[in-house]
């Protein structure tokens, strides 16, 4: 999810020619796609309001559709990772909408407890080994996907306990998850527009 240099330097007619990457950071968009609907399903795990339309919509458009173009964007300019955590959060979110869509339309079966277990912690291994990529990035995508890591585990703890507490709390450490990715999401932006560090990310130097 960090910037990735694409700029390279091609043979032609004899000279070398450098090719410099003049497009846009796509990483914002998929941050800001992924913490505001992060923030909204969790803002819902925690009692606050029932799971309705918003969410669904939300899922479908700026947290599903908004990443897979973001992780397209990224394979452009040559992000491998950014590539795989954009497109795969982005589907993430699509499965999930269609996870809960397809049973009330009649056209599937819903899925057991044991089954959102099971995808949960699918989700929770997937996360945690992306997190090991982000210790070679920045602080801020460590914490974004550090606490998304313990988020879907948590929610699996839910969903094997039924425990309403410990849903209740997954629902909060899932605002701060949101908030996280918002708060990455802002200061590249911020930083970029004014050609200083304004919101730190905690670089990491290579």
């Known amino acids: 999810m960090g910037e990735s240099n694409v700029d390279s330097k091609v043979k032609c007619d004899g000279n070398t020619v450098e090719i410099k990457d003049t497009t846009a950071n ?3 968009l998929g941050l800001m796609g ?7 399903l969790n803002l819902h795990n925690a009692g606050i309001y029932e799971l309705g339309s918003m969410i669904l919509a939300m899922g479908l458009c700026y947290g599903g559709l908004a990443q897979v173009i973001v992780g397209i964007m990224e394979w452009k300019k040559k992000n491998t990772f950014g590539t795989l955590a954009f497109t ?24 057991s407890t044991k089954g959102m277990i099971a995808y949960l912690i699918m989700w929770g291994i997937f996360t945690g080994v992306l997190f090991f990529g982000t210790l070679r990035l920045s602080v801020a995508l460590q914490v974004v996907f550090f606490t998304l890591t313990v ?20 629902g909060y450490e899932g605002i701060i998850c949101g908030l996280s990715a ?12 004014y050609g200083k560090t304004v919101l730190p990310l905690g670089i990491v130097k290579k």
């Open 34 to 40: 992924f913490g505001m609907t992060t923030v909204l």
């Open 151 to 170: 988020l879907f585990f948590l929610l699996a703890a839910g969903d094997a306990t039924g425990n309403p507490a410990l849903k209740t709390f997954t």
């Open 182 to 193: 918002m708060y990455t999401g802002f200061a590249q932006v911020l930083n970029e527009v």
């Open 26 to 28: 796509p990483a914002p």
């Open 88 to 111: 795969s959060y982005g589907l993430f979110w699509w499965s999930l909408v269609v996870l809960l869509v397809l049973p009330e339309a009649g056209l599937a079966v819903k899925t």
